[in-house]
């Protein structure tokens, strides 16, 4: 089996920093692309940045020059440095790992259960 972990959520007033982590863990052969998501009440899941094993990073229009996504490989951590947020970033967020299993050569998406973030203003 695959996990993924995240931790680091809460309460932040406007302006505010977190930082965001998710360990996988597990049968894990190699991990491709990593990723945060976010769904607010009442809307879609829509994806905030992601990584590839080789550092390139992707951003949302909304996120860049605020968020920063990295990784450590050797650890399966991917990590989201959120900085000068806005009430309207609050949200669950959810990681998410493109991932092959040991001894398998299929690769298939996994979530992590959420971490609430709340932006006061």
């Known amino acids: 089996q695959v996990q993924l972990v995240e931790s680091g959520g809460g309460l932040v007033q406007a302006g505010g920093s977190l930082r965001l982590s998710c360990a996988a863990s597990g049968s894990i052969g190699s991990i491709n692309v990593m990723g945060w998501y976010r769904q607010a009440p009442g809307a879609q899941r829509e994806l905030v940045a992601s990584?590839?094993?080789?550092?390139?990073?992707n951003y949302a229009d909304s996120v860049k020059g605020r968020f920063t996504i990295s990784r450590d490989n050797a650890k399966n951590t991917v990590f989201l440095q959120m900085n000068s947020l806005k009430p309207e970033d609050t949200a669950v967020y959810y990681c998410n790992g493109n991932i092959r299993r040991s001894f398998s050569y299929t690769i298939l998406d996994y979530w992590g259960q959420g971490t609430q973030v709340t932006v006061s203003s």
């Open positions: 990584i590839t094993s080789g550092g390139s990073t």
